[in-house]
C-alpha cells in the first residue's frame, strides 16, 4: 500500500528567507503526488500536484515542489517565506492504480518576522 | 463556485450518543469522500461514493460508522455509540471523479469532541 512520511513535525524560518517541507514517499505503481495546506479551523487547501512531465511542480501562492524519483521525495519549497505562509502542510500520494489518498501526518510551518 | 459545504462546525456529545454530519459537495462532483483527522495526524479515509455507490469503505468501522449518500449528492456520516477516540475533525471532500489525476476540494470540517 501507498505511505508519506514527513520526517519533520515542525519547521522554523525567518521571513524572506527560502523554506523546504519535506516529503518522501512509498508507492508499488506510479506515484500520484499532492500538497495540501491547512490553516486553523479550515478544511485543506490544494496546493500543487505531480502527476507526470517536468519535475518541478508550481502550485499556488509561489510554492513550488520537486518530484525525485531516485530519491523517492517531493519536497515543498518556496524561495521567500511570508508570515502568512505560517500553517499546517500535508503531503499526499496515490498509487496510480488506486483510488486512495494517503496522507502524511503534516508539517506545522511557522515563519517568523 | 460555491465550495464543499458541511454542517454543523463544531459538536460535543457524551460517549455512548449518536452524532449525525452532513455535507453537501460542489455541484456536478460525482465522487465524495468522508475523512477523519485525528489531532497531530494526518487525514484518514473513511468512505469513498461514486454517485450514490460505495467504492471503499474498508476503513470504516461499521459497528459503529454508517454514511449514506442516497441520491448521489449530499451526504450523511452516522456514529452511534459515540466513543471517546472518535474525538475528531470530519472532513468531507469531493473531486469530478475518480481517477487519480483528480484534484479533491475539502469543506471546513466538523469538529467533534466526546466526553
Known amino acids: 500500500a501507498q505511505s508519506v512520511a514527513q520526517p519533520e513535525d515542525q519547521v522554523n524560518v525567518a521571513e524572506g528567507n527560502p523554506l523546504t517541507v519535506k516529503c518522501t514517499y512509498s508507492?508499488?505503481?506510479?506515484?500520484?503526488l499532492f500538497w495540501y495546506v491547512q490553516y486553523p479551523n479550515r478544511g485543506l487547501q490544494f496546493l500543487l500536484k505531480?502527476?507526470?512531465?517536468?519535475?518541478l511542480v508550481k502550485g499556488s501562492y509561489g510554492f513550488e515542489a520537486e518530484f525525485n524519483k531516485s530519491q523517492t521525495s517531493f519536497h515543498l519549497k518556496k524561495p521567500s517565506a511570508l508570515v502568512s505562509d505560517s500553517a499546517l502542510y500535508f503531503c499526499?500520494?496515490?498509487?496510480?492504480?488506486?483510488?486512495?489518498?494517503?496522507f502524511g501526518a503534516g508539517t506545522r510551518l511557522t515563519v517568523k518576522p | 463556485e460555491a465550495g464543499v459545504a458541511q454542517s454543523p462546525r463544531y459538536k460535543i456529545i457524551e460517549k455512548r450518543q449518536s452524532v449525525a454530519f452532513w455535507c453537501n459537495p460542489i455541484?456536478?462532483?460525482?465522487?465524495l469522500y468522508w475523512y477523519q483527522q485525528i489531532l497531530g495526524q494526518g487525514p484518514k479515509l473513511l468512505i469513498q461514493?461514486?454517485?450514490?455507490?460505495?467504492?471503499?469503505d474498508s476503513q470504516l468501522p461499521k459497528d459503529r460508522f454508517s454514511a449514506e449518500r442516497l441520491k448521489g449528492v449530499d451526504s450523511t456520516l452516522k456514529i452511534q455509540p459515540a466513543k471517546l477516540e472518535d474525538s475528531a475533525v470530519y472532513l468531507c471532500?469531493?473531486?469530478?471523479?475518480?481517477?487519480?489525476?483528480?484534484?479533491?476540494?475539502f469543506g471546513s470540517g466538523t469538529r467533534l469532541t466526546v466526553v
Open positions: 508507492v508499488s505503481g506510479n506515484p500520484y
Open positions: 455541484s456536478g462532483h460525482a465522487t
Open positions: 471532500a469531493s473531486s469530478l471523479g475518480p481517477h487519480s489525476n483528480y484534484g479533491y476540494t
Open positions: 461514493f461514486q454517485n450514490n455507490g460505495v467504492v471503499d
Open positions: 505531480y502527476i507526470t512531465g517536468d519535475n
Open positions: 499526499a500520494v496515490r498509487d496510480g492504480g488506486n483510488n486512495d489518498m494517503r
